[in-house]
């Protein structure tokens, strides 16, 4: 029975160890959404896997009420599978208040082929999708759409350092402006390039902001 029962305490020991390693393995990027200032939803990243086969999943759940009644809803999945820095695969559906859309992509010796609502692109060399998780995003000139499938041009600028809250404390990040989109994009970095926020004035001209939970 002893005996037993110190097998069964190593394999918990093993099985919780081997847990606490997959954790730590996955990083996730955590944010409340805004609109105005008022809560909207989430949007979630969550990044798994080691060296240069990664897989990013993200989870978007947006809704906006105007006298208690929804308004707006937005709900977005998509996987991306990542080589390197490059997407070497992705499946996104998103429904955009009623609108549904579907892309996928694959990788292939020639680059990317992706597959949307408006067709079947062939996409050369080394395609990074808007990963603001990966600061290597911001040495890009054109970057692919996960919700529509499009490959977009895009002017990626520094503006300057500016002290943000994260999690309720003061922190120096560098600002960029992402522009090219129909909405421009602003984005927020530690000094070691971690993701920290984003923001864009979206239709309206109402303020969309993301903050890290």
């Known amino acids: 029975m002893r005996r037993?029962?110190?097998m069964l305490a190593a394999l918990g020991a093993t099985l919780f160890t081997a847990g606490a390693f997959a954790a730590e393995q996955a990083r996730?990027?955590?944010?409340?959404?805004?609109?105005?200032?008022?809560?909207?939803g989430y949007h979630r990243f969550t990044l798994s896997g080691?060296?240069?086969?990664?897989?990013?999943?993200?989870?978007?759940?947006?809704?906006?009420?105007?006298?208690?009644v929804t308004a707006y809803r937005y709900v977005h999945d998509a996987t991306e599978r990542w080589?390197?820095?490059c997407l070497e695969g992705l499946s996104a559906r998103t429904d955009d208040n009623g609108e549904r859309l579907v892309v996928s992509?694959?990788?292939?010796a020639e680059g990317?082929?992706?597959?949307?609502?408006?067709?079947?692109?062939?996409?050369?060399g080394c395609v990074m999708s808007f990963a603001y998780w990966n600061p290597q995003m911001l040495r890009q000139s054109r970057l692919l759409n996960a919700q529509t499938?499009?490959?977009?041009?895009?002017?990626?600028?520094l503006l300057g350092e500016e002290t943000?809250?994260?999690?309720?404390?003061?922190?120096?990040?560098?600002r960029y402006r992402i522009t090219g989109p129909k909405h421009p994009i602003d984005v927020w970095y530690a000094a070691d390039d971690e993701w920290l926020a984003l923001e864009s004035i979206v239709g309206g001209g109402r303020r969309l902001r993301y903050s890290l939970n």
């Open 105 to 108: 992509a694959a990788g292939n």
């Open 149 to 157: 499938g499009k490959f977009e041009a895009a002017k990626i600028a």
């Open 83 to 85: 080589r390197g820095n």
């Open 4 to 6: 037993a029962a110190r």
């Open 50 to 68: 080691e060296g240069a086969a990664r897989e990013l999943r993200s989870e978007t759940r947006f809704e906006v009420k105007f006298l208690f």
């Open 28 to 40: 996730v990027w955590d944010f409340r959404a805004f609109l105005d200032d008022a809560p909207i």
């Open 164 to 174: 943000i809250t994260v999690r309720g404390a003061p922190l120096t990040a560098k």
């Open 112 to 124: 990317l082929v992706v597959t949307a609502t408006a067709g079947r692109e062939a996409l050369p």
